[in-house]
């Protein structure tokens, strides 16, 4: 990139107004009348105000200037205005200026196109997924719960998005692999409880387990068992006259 590329002004020419010394403009950085007592010496000559009563002095933020601080990257205001960057960044902040100007915008997706910014853009891919390093995230992050801020998040950037037959089940798949339970099943049961079930009635297996009967009874099928509502020879297994 050029130095005429990286000055380069997005929404320029800019002139110099004609204000005679001793006029009175209303700087918009400093909030407050200022009078006129020169010019600055920069690429583009502005007026250089003072409050009363006040010895300090410097370029008047109003008119096109103000509108070149709200447009403008910054590197560009300090060129072409004479300016330090702290200067520009402090009547930014003077102004509402949010971070990123039209100006700024522009300046960063064309150092982007730069060899050495490629270059960078490489090494930053081949390090997000370098295997030791993403191991150390995992393990950091294991047992940690995710916000409530962050859930919020993620449903909202996943809200009406429909994932691909292929994507489903390598997620199936991950969840089987770190034993995943779906909310909607309940929590799972265990050895113990399947243990009760197999020697104690249902009623008993319930109270035990905190489960409902009906709970009971679904588990007991899954198992292969009778469903324990009905005994061998009772007069619900009896078959109906004809």
């Known amino acids: 990139m050029t130095n005429a590329e990286r000055f380069k002004l997005l929404y320029g020419p800019y002139r110099t107004p004609k204000v005679t010394i001793g006029t009175v403009l209303t700087c918009e950085s400093r909030d407050c009348d200022v009078i006129v007592v020169g010019y600055t010496d920069a ?4 007026p250089v105000g003072r409050q009363r009563g006040r010895a300090a002095r410097g370029p008047v933020v109003y008119g096109e200037l103000a509108e070149a601080v709200r447009r403008e990257s910054g590197i560009a205001i300090c060129y072409w205005w004479g300016v330090t960057g702290q200067t520009a960044t402090k009547w930014r902040k ?3 200026v949010e971070q990123y100007t039209d100006g700024t915008r522009r300046l960063k997706r064309d150092y982007f196109k730069e060899p050495w910014a490629r270059n960078a853009q ?5 390090k997000a997924r370098d295997p030791e390093r993403c191991a150390k995230i995992a393990a950091a992050k294991k047992g940690k ?8 998040k993620l449903r909202k950037a996943h809200l009406g998005k429909h994932p691909s037959t292929e994507t489903r ?3 199936r798949e991950a969840a089987k692999r770190r034993g995943a339970w779906p909310p909607a099943a309940g929590r799972p049961w265990t050895a113990e409880e399947d243990r009760l079930l197999r020697t104690l009635p249902a009623m008993e297996v319930a109270l035990r387990t905190g489960r409902t009967l009906t709970a009971v009874y679904s588990r007991r099928t899954v198992l ?3 469903d324990g509502r009905t005994r061998p020879g009772s007069v619900a297994e009896r078959p109906l006259p004809n």
């Open 43 to 46: 690429r583009i000559p502005w």
């Open 94 to 96: 003077a102004l509402g």
């Open 122 to 126: 490489r090494k930053g891919w081949a």
């Open 145 to 152: 719960p995710h916000s409530p801020e962050l859930i919020e």
């Open 169 to 171: 089940q390598k997620m």
């Open 224 to 226: 292969g068992m009778p």
